[in-house]
């Protein structure tokens, strides 16, 4: 399984998640770890919410 870290600030509207750390999970053995991606192609703070 693949999950990313969301930060919600105090305006939820301006949520983003980390696409460039997500967490790495194995649901048989419950062993996971953080991979670090390329910052550049996925970044730290992406919108999940389109921004008007």
Known sequence: ??????????DPRRMT???AGPLVMNVKTRIG????LNADRFPL???ILPLD
């Not at 770890?33 to 670090?36: G, K, S, V």
């Open 1 to 10: 399984m693949v999950l990313t870290l969301v930060v919600i600030p105090e």
């Open 17 to 19: 998640t980390n696409l």
């Open 33 to 36: 770890f953080q991979i670090a």
């Open 45 to 47: 703070r992406f919108p």
